[in-house]
């Protein structure tokens, strides 16, 4: 299935948005998460489905000052 992955067009493999960012390579990584602009929290990954054409923004947060 087609997403677009911070404004990328990405190939995916599932449609739970927990499994999406596992394929992707953020399992062990803290970062915020947005499905067509709705932030998703981390305790809904599991259950939030994700569909062809989404947009999916990843964001990890900055350090410093």
Do not use: C, W
């Not at 067009?9 to 915020?32: K, N, R, S, W």
């Amino acid at each position: 299935m087609k997403i677009f992955l911070n404004g990328m067009q990405t190939q995916v493999d599932h449609t739970e948005l927990e499994a999406v960012l596992v394929q992707l390579g953020y399992q062990d990584v803290t970062i915020a998460t947005a499905i067509n602009g709705d932030f998703v929290p981390l305790s809904q990954r599991k259950h939030t489905q994700i569909n062809e054409g989404d947009k999916l923004e990843v964001l990890a947060p900055m350090q410093g000052g």
